[in-house]
């Protein structure tokens, strides 16, 4: 199946601040590709450069060298008129979703105004609101409410109900749940998962969880200082890493039994132990 989205040798350079301030290199030849219907989970820690590929695919971040190729077409380097085309392919969720709605706005009037803005009439722009709300399992009433009248999961709802007005085949999911409590996680994932079967869009999915990707993935891709270190099967990649990193975050990741956890502790530190131990052997 031919790519909907491909990244080659992707780099994002910052230029450095102060006298003589090296530039700092985000990205470091990054290479993925997500197929249409595909969920590739990124994750790694804060600052592994995750965000910043997802916002070099969005136009938000400079390309300073390689590719971002959608539906075959070069999108890297466009300016931000060119790519207000693509509005309508390419969407993308928040973690905090609050900050992106408009608190002066309705649910209804931030719905309807990508629709509005693409020329679709008022009245048709209406029932598309009312069928974005369901397919997202909010009531109809929700319409003439505002955003700090919602919960956090209800708001991600929204949120995600504003992404698909307009019908897009990939969506950049950054940290979409991670403000969230663990049992409405749960539920947005499962949504995520139940809209991408009914619609077929794509997901490059963003988060630092292991346990989190690995729910909603195809295939998973782990980030360390703005290198893609592993790439592979969701189940392979989370239960059977290779990399040191990645075992590394396996390994730091939350269970429920306290014993466990504290197990996979002690085993984190003695892995962290061993790895600078035969890196220093090495040098």
């Known amino acids: 199946m031919t790519a909907l989205l491909e990244v080659d040798d992707l780099v994002v350079e910052y230029p450095g601040k102060g006298f003589r301030a090296q530039p700092f290199r985000a ?57 207000r085309a693509l509005s309508s392919e390419i969407q993308v969720v928040f973690q905090d979703p609050y900050s992106s709605l408009n608190p002066s706005l309705t649910i209804a009037q931030i719905l309807a105004e990508p ?33 700090r009248e919602f919960s956090g999961g209800q708001r991600q709802r929204i949120a995600i109900a504003r992404a698909l007005a307009l019908d897009p085949k990939l969506i950049v999911c950054d940290e979409p749940v991670s403000a969230l409590d663990l049992s409405t996680q749960a539920r947005v994932l499962d949504l995520f998962i139940e809209i991408q079967e009914r619609t077929g869009v794509a997901y490059l999915f963003i988060s630092h969880d292991l346990a989190v990707v690995r729910h909603i993935s195809h295939r998973v891709a782990v980030m360390y200082h703005g290198e ?39 085993a984190r530190r003695e892995l962290i132990d061993a790895q600078a131990a035969a890196a220093g052997t090495a040098a």
């Open 27 to 83: 990205l470091k030849g990054v290479s993925i590709d997500i197929k249409p219907g595909e969920t590739v989970g990124l994750v790694g820690e804060s600052g592994s450069g995750k965000t910043t590929l997802g916002r070099a695919v969005l136009g938000l971040a400079p390309v300073s060298g390689g590719s971002v190729r959608y539906d075959g077409k070069e999108i890297g380097h466009l300016k931000r008129r060119e790519r």
């Open 115 to 147: 629709l509005i803005a693409r020329g679709v009439a008022s009245k048709e722009a209406n029932t598309r609101v009312r069928d974005l709300l369901d397919s997202v399992g909010l009531p109809v009433d929700a319409a003439g409410r505002l955003p």
């Open 228 to 266: 893609i270190v592993e790439m592979g099967d969701g189940d392979q990649v989370t239960a059977r890493p290779e990399h040191p990193y990645t075992q590394r975050l396996f390994l730091a990741a939350p269970v429920p039994n306290p014993d466990q956890q504290e197990e996979r502790r002690v």
